[in-house]
């Protein structure tokens, strides 16, 4: 018996040591650091997550690539024409969830009895830095976020996203007209000429029926947008009992009555631990108001307002962007056409930055991330393997590519699309295949690009009667 119990022993403390001997070189401290400032939750922050939270190659190299990702095509593939679709990068909060932050660190600083360290520093070291006036704008690190986008998508696409074609005026640039994606496209651009030395002046268009075309959907805005019902699910688990819960062990941790911890007030917290951390890469005492558990129940909330929103909620919501979807198949046609009658392709690359609000009805419409049973209220738990998760598909600086390749065999196309620079399989086609010829994909599409009519499905409903 006591043989055994000292074998044990000397065996865990063997196990001990090599756990120890064999981690500690491989973590240096460069890179211990790194991830220890990373909260344990950054991985459930939905649309303000950051893009390196996808992609976490990147942490400590940001114009590194992956270019296995492109290997599914044969190395007898020529790329001849891609479009990117983009969200701008990193930005600061809205003007109103500002007022909700200062709301809530008000509460803490004149309320909060929470005997924890983190409270204090709160209180006592806490800089409440957000003011309204930084609506939304872009940030540095937004700034760094499409500079070095542009540096890999010149990595992985080389003959494509090359000086040459900039300077022959082959990459077109287009962008919503808020200021966040328009610096978000100059940034871009400024990453390739920086990059290439170019000195001459790159145009952009501005282009809002295009990449805010969910602004002059009248039926969107109608049903949607401005009808408190669309989001019905999401206000039931709002007061649902995950969210209580979320509440409640909020308010004990801070020692506060449950009654002031809202709603409203987890979700500044939630997004003051994601702020400071997107902005800074600080790993703030926020973070500490919540567990995973409350950042997965937080997630869910949030991708339950993305889907009735921006999703599958409504089926209004994708429409909205088949003006998008037109505008791409249209470029990817005219591509098709120029290359088959043997000349260059004279739009080489499109680049348009838009926001999340763009992407995700285009996604939608496209068939991604569809899951069998709809988000709704009730059934948290039951979509705990859910593929609509906007903390993988919409961080700062989310980006949809379509590339387009000749690849010899008789003339056919192939098509790829990434998101986030990950292969996407077309729904419909098999999965982790070569990508497949781009007429199996138009025809899969065919009821859409024979009637996804913008015109006719934005107008109201009474209109049309
Ligand atoms: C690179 O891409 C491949 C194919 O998508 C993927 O399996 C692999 O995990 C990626 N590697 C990294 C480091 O992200
Ligand atoms: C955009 O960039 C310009 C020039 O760098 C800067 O002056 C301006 O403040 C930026 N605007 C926003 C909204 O970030
Ligand atoms: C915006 O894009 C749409 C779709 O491609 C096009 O029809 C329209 O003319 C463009 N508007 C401007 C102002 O360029």
Known sequence: MRGIYFTCILYTLYAFLSVITCCVPMLNNAQATVTSNIPT?????????????VNPHLIGDLDAVNTSVLQALSPGCREIHLTA??????????????????????LILHKASGKDSWVREIKDNFDMWYTEDMDGRLVEKGVLDHKHLAVRLSKLFPSLVSREMLRGGKIRFVTSSKHRCVNSTLAFKRGLTDLWSVEEEVEHEVNDTLMRFFDVCARFVDEVDQNPGALAEVDKFNI??????????????????????????????????????????????????????????????????????????????????????????????????????????????????????????????????????????????????????????????????????????????????????????????????????????????????????????????????
């Open 41 to 53: 939750i950054a991985r459930y922050f939905t649309t303000k997550g950051r893009y390196e939270e």
């Open 85 to 106: 679709i983009i969200r701008h990068g990193t930005r600061y909060p809205t003007a109103r969830n500002v007022k909700k932050m200062q709301t809530l660190y008000n």
């Open 240 to 465: 649902g009992p995950e969210m209580q819960r979320v509440g409640e062990k909020m308010a004990d941790r801070l020692g506060l009555p449950y009654n002031l911890i809202t709603a409203d007030m987890t979700g500044a917290a939630f997004h003051l631990c994601a702020y400071e951390f997107a902005i800074k890469t600080v790993n703030s005492p926020w973070c500490r108001l919540l567990d995973e558990v409350d950042a997965q129940v937080m997630e869910y909330a949030n991708d339950l307002k993305q889907y009735w929103k921006r999703g599958y909620g409504h089926e209004i919501n994708s429409k909205s962007s088949c003006i998008l979807f037109h505008d791409i198949f249209s470029r990817l046609d005219k591509a098709a056409e120029e290359n088959k009658l043997g000349g260059p392709v004279s739009e080489a690359v499109s680049i348009q930055v838009g926001h999340a609000e763009t992407l995700l009805p285009l996604l939608t419409l496209l068939g991604f991330f569809q899951d069998e049973v709809a988000l709704t209220a009730t059934n948290y738990a039951a979509q705990a393997g859910r593929s609509f998760r906007t903390s993988r598909t919409l961080p700062y600086a989310a980006n949809l590519v379509v590339a387009l390749y000749d690849c010899g065999e008789g003339g056919d196309l192939r098509v790829q699309a990434l998101l986030n620079e990950a292969p996407l399989t077309f729904p419909g086609m098999a999965a982790g295949a070569a990508a497949p010829l781009y007429s199996d994909v138009r025809r899969h599409y065919l009821p859409l690009l024979l009637n996804c009519d913008f015109e006719k499905e934005c107008r109201l409903a009474a209109q049309h009667k």
